[in-house]
C-alpha cells in the first residue's frame, strides 16, 4: 500500500496526521487551562471585591475623620460664645465662617456629604445646607455613633451619624446621600454589584444595572460570615456570588457574575482554533498539489520576508534561494527593501524632530506674565494671610509648570490634557473670579491618547483674544462626544468673537502651509498642523466665532489610521 502512494500523497497524509494530532493536543490543553482559569477568576473576584470593599471603608472613615477634626475647629468652639457675648454682626458673621468651613469639609471628599451643627445650650443649627442653618432648632432623634438609613417620604435616602463632640456640649451628624454609593458601585464594571445593609435591611443598587427582584432575594440569605465565595444555580445557569462585609458598618459588598461570560469566550477561541486548523489543513492540501518542490520552498520564503515587511519589519530580507530565478527576485526585493527602509527612516526621523520642535517652540511660548502675575497673586495674599488662597494657587501653579516642562514625556492623553487646562483655568479663576469654566467630557473620551500641549494655547487664546476683551464676566466650556468615526472636544468662551473677516484671515492662517503676513500668534497653527501629523490629514482644528458672542474651537480626531500609518510611530517614540 505504501509503495503505491506518491511523495505528494505520502506529504497530504503526513499533513492530515500532524493537524490531528494539533487539534487533540489543544483540546487536552484546552480543558486543563478552563480548570486553571477558574481558580484564578476565583482568586482575582476575591481581590476586586475585596479593594472595593476596602474604598467603601475608607470613604465612611474620611468622613468621619473630617467631622471629629472639624469639631476640634477654634470657630467652632467659640461659636457659643460669641452668640452669648457678641452683637449681631459678629454672630452672623461667624456663623457664615462656620458654614463656608463645613461647606470645604463637604468637598473635601468624593461624595457630596451634608454636615450639621447642634448646639444644644444655644438651641443653634450650622449646617453646610444654608436651609437648615437658618431653620428650627431640631435635634435629630437616632442612636448615637451609628450609622443609619433614613428614608422619609419623598426625599432622597441617605445614611446619618450622630455623635457628640468630647469638647463640649455640641453634637455633630453627617449625612451621605445613598446616590455617592451609587456612583461607587458604578465604578465597579466587572460583574453585577450590589450593597446590602443587614441592620437596616436595605439594598442599595447600581440605578443602571439593577439585579431582579427574584435574584436579590435568592442572594441575601446566602451572605453568612465577613465573607464568601459561592456558585449559584439559577434556572440552569450558574453564577458565580462574592461577598465581603465593610470593617465600619454591616454593610456587604456582593458582585453577581454569570460564569458564562468568563468561559464563553475560552470556548469561542477553542471553536475558532479548530476552524483555522481545518481551513490551513484544506489550504496545504490544495497548496502541495499545486506547486512543487523547487518552487514552493522559495516562494515561500520570499513570502515570508514580504509579510514582515508589510507589517512593519522594514529590516526584512531574502537569502538562501537556490533557484537562479527566484534569487533574482530576491535581490531585487532586498534592494526594494532597503531604499524604503532608508526612506521610511528619513520620513519619521524628520517628522518627529519638527513634532519635538514645535512642542519646544509652544514650550518657550509661555508667557512670562502670566508667571508673574501668579507670584504677584501669592504675594498679595500671603500678606494679608490668605494662606487657602496662597496653597491653592501653590498647588495649581506647581501641577501646571510640571506638566508643561515635562519634555521628557512628550505624549499625553486627553484625561491629562483636561487635568492641565482645569489648572490653568482654576489659576486664571482665582486672579479673576469673573472667568468661569466647566468642563464635561465622558470618561471613554478621556482614555485617548493625544499630543502634548494640545487643548492649553486654545484656551489661553478664549482668555486672552475672547473674554479679556469682552465686557461682563466670562465663561469657558470643554464638551466632548464621540462616533464610531471620530471624537471631538468643541471649546467655547462667551467673549468678544470675531468678525467675519477676522475669522477667515484666522481659518488661512491655521490651514496654510505658511503663516499669514500679520497675524502673529502661532498657537492654533500649531494645533492644527500638530493633529494632522498625528493622526491623519481629516483631523485638525476648526474655528467658528460669532462678533460679540463668542468663539468656539472645535478639535476633530480621526479614530481610523490609514489617513497617517507612521503616526503610531511616531507617536510611541
Same mark, same amino acid.
Not at 455640641?170 to 465597579?188: F, H, K, N
Not at 469673573?434 to 486654545?458: C, D, G, H, N, W
Given at each position: 500500500?505504501?509503495?503505491?502512494l506518491?511523495?505528494?500523497?505520502k ?13 487533540a493536543?489543544?483540546w ?10 477558574q481558580?484564578?477568576l ?22 468621619l475623620?473630617n ?16 452668640l ?8 452672623y ?10 461647606? &470645604? ?54 445614611y ?14 453627617t449625612r ?19 450593597l ?12 443602571s ?25 439559577e ?30 469566550p ?12 481545518v ?19 522559495p516562494?515561500?520564503? &520570499?513570502r ?23 534569487r ?8 526594494m ?14 517628522? &518627529? ?5 514645535? &512642542?519646544?517652540?509652544?514650550?518657550a ?47 499625553s ?33 478621556r ?22 476683551t ?7 466650556s ?14 467655547r ?34 494645533v492644527?498642523?500638530?493633529l ?10 476648526a ?6 458672542e ?5 478639535l ?16 510611541g517614540?
Amino acid at each position: 500500500m505504501s509503495q503505491r502512494l506518491s511523495i505528494f500523497q505520502k506529504l497530504m497524509l503526513g499533513l492530515v496526521l500532524m493537524f490531528l494530532m494539533i487539534v487533540a493536543v489543544f483540546w487536552l490543553v484546552y480543558r486543563l487551562n478552563v480548570n486553571d482559569i477558574q481558580k484564578e477568576l476565583k482568586n482575582n473576584k476575591i481581590a476586586e471585591v475585596k479593594f472595593m470593599t476596602s474604598q467603601l471603608t475608607s470613604h465612611f472613615e474620611q468622613v468621619l475623620m473630617n467631622t471629629t477634626t472639624l469639631s476640634e475647629d477654634q470657630s467652632v468652639r467659640s461659636y457659643p460664645y460669641i452668640l452669648v457675648n457678641g452683637d449681631q454682626y459678629s454672630k452672623y458673621e461667624a456663623k457664615l465662617n462656620i458654614i463656608n468651613k463645613l461647606a &470645604l469639609t463637604s468637598a473635601s471628599t468624593s461624595w457630596n456629604v451634608l454636615i450639621t451643627l447642634y448646639y444644644t445650650d444655644q438651641l443653634e443649627t450650622v449646617s453646610s445646607d444654608s436651609s437648615l442653618s437658618f431653620s428650627r432648632f431640631s435635634l435629630p432623634v437616632q442612636p448615637r455613633d451609628k450609622w443609619i438609613i433614613h428614608s422619609e417620604d419623598n426625599q432622597p435616602k441617605y445614611y446619618s451619624i450622630l455623635s457628640k463632640s468630647y469638647l463640649g456640649p455640641i453634637y455633630l451628624e453627617t449625612r451621605v446621600p445613598l446616590d455617592s454609593l451609587r456612583r461607587l458601585l458604578q465604578q465597579y464594571t466587572s460583574g453585577t454589584p450590589l450593597l446590602y445593609d443587614a441592620m437596616n435591611d436595605v439594598v442599595i443598587q447600581n440605578s443602571s444595572d439593577p439585579l431582579s427582584a427574584e435574584a436579590t432575594q435568592r442572594i441575601i440569605p446566602l451572605l453568612q460570615g465577613d465573607q464568601g465565595f459561592l456558585t449559584v444555580d439559577e434556572n440552569g445557569t450558574q453564577y458565580l456570588l462574592n461577598y465581603m462585609k465593610s470593617d465600619m458598618l454591616d454593610l456587604y459588598f456582593v458582585d453577581y457574575h454569570p460564569m458564562l461570560q468568563f468561559i464563553e469566550p475560552l470556548s469561542r477561541n477553542n471553536t475558532i482554533f479548530v476552524c483555522s486548523i481545518v481551513l490551513l489543513l484544506l489550504l496545504s492540501l490544495i497548496y502541495t498539489l499545486v506547486l512543487r518542490r523547487q518552487v514552493q520552498k522559495p516562494v515561500i520564503t &520570499l513570502r515570508q520576508a514580504i509579510g514582515r515587511f508589510d507589517r512593519g519589519d522594514y529590516s526584512s530580507r531574502v537569502s538562501d534561494l537556490n533557484s537562479s530565478e527566484f534569487r533574482m527576485l530576491g535581490n531585487s526585493f532586498n534592494r526594494m527593501a532597503e531604499n524604503a527602509q532608508r526612506l521610511i527612516e528619513q520620513v519619521l526621523v524628520g517628522e &518627529l524632530d519638527i513634532r519635538e520642535a514645535r &512642542l519646544r517652540q509652544y514650550q518657550a511660548q509661555i508667557n512670562p506674565h502670566f508667571l508673574y502675575n501668579c507670584l504677584n497673586f501669592i504675594q498679595s495674599k500671603a500678606s494679608v494671610e490668605d494662606y487657602e488662597a496662597v496653597s491653592a494657587m501653590t498647588l495649581h501653579l506647581g501641577s501646571y509648570c510640571r506638566y508643561v516642562h515635562n519634555i521628557e514625556q512628550p505624549d499625553s492623553t486627553v484625561e491629562q490634557e483636561l487635568v492641565m487646562v482645569e489648572h490653568y483655568l482654576s489659576i486664571m479663576h482665582m486672579r479673576k473670579r469673573s472667568i468661569t469654566f466647566s468642563i464635561a467630557v465622558s470618561e471613554a473620551i478621556r482614555r485617548y491618547p493625544l499630543p502634548k500641549m494640545i487643548l492649553q494655547p486654545l484656551v489661553e487664546n478664549c482668555i486672552k483674544h475672547g473674554i479679556e476683551t469682552a465686557v461682563g464676566p466670562g465663561k469657558i466650556s470643554i464638551e466632548g462626544e464621540e462616533d464610531e468615526q471620530q471624537f471631538r472636544i468643541v471649546i467655547r468662551d462667551n467673549g468678544a468673537g470675531m468678525s467675519e473677516e477676522r475669522l477667515a484671515s484666522v481659518r488661512k492662517h491655521i490651514d496654510g502651509l505658511t503663516a499669514t503676513e500679520g497675524l502673529s500668534g502661532t498657537g492654533t497653527r500649531n494645533v492644527n498642523q500638530r493633529l494632522r501629523l498625528f493622526f491623519g490629514k481629516r483631523s485638525g482644528l476648526a474655528i467658528e466665532s460669532t462678533l460679540s458672542e463668542g468663539t468656539a474651537y472645535l478639535l476633530t480626531i480621526q479614530n481610523e489610521k490609514e489617513e497617517n500609518p507612521y503616526a503610531a510611530a511616531i507617536i510611541g517614540r
